[in-house]
């Protein structure tokens, strides 16, 4: 029984030490962080700029599917059916700027950054590649020469 408690806690660790697990908590927390400054830029920036060409905010933009879409100021209740297509664009847009940093900012440069890698990592097992073939050749030379030589008298 401890046996099967040691492996499945090995196991568990072996997860939790493999380089993508830290990674992927890594990515999360950046994430997170991330989704706050977009969301800034999104309320701060595009929303009163989409303001401008229109009559208000980008978050009140909304329609009314039935009735009349009025607050009633006695109870605070809304009547009629409002949909609020105005903050399903607004997420639309942190979606997109997200999506664009994040490809723009550390997907494409490590990609490159790995492309580059790969391409010396190749470079340079070509070369010993290279080195071991004129090795090779050195060796079957002097291996030749040896057999010459034996069977000159």
Known sequence: ???????LLEGF???L????VI?????????????????????????????AFGTQDLEKYSSCL??????????GRMDGIEILWGSVLSAALSFL????VVYFLMVMPMAKYLARRAAAQAAKE???????????????E??????????QP
Do not use: H, W, Y
């Open 13 to 15: 660790k072996a997860f």
């Open 66 to 75: 039935r009735g009349p879409c009025v607050v009633d100021p006695d109870t």
């Open 126 to 140: 070509g070369v010993q590649e290279t080195m071991e073939v004129s090795e090779l050749e050195v060796l079957k």
């Open 17 to 20: 030490t493999r380089g993508n």
């Open 97 to 100: 700027i997200t999506g664009a």
């Open 23 to 51: 990674d992927l908590a890594v990515a999360v927390v950046i994430g997170a962080a991330f989704t706050n400054v977009v969301n800034a830029v999104v309320k701060g920036i595009i929303n009163p700029l989409v303001g």
């Open 142 to 151: 002097i291996r030749d020469a040896l057999v010459s030589r034996r069977d």
């Open 1 to 7: 029984m401890s046996e099967k408690k040691v492996s």
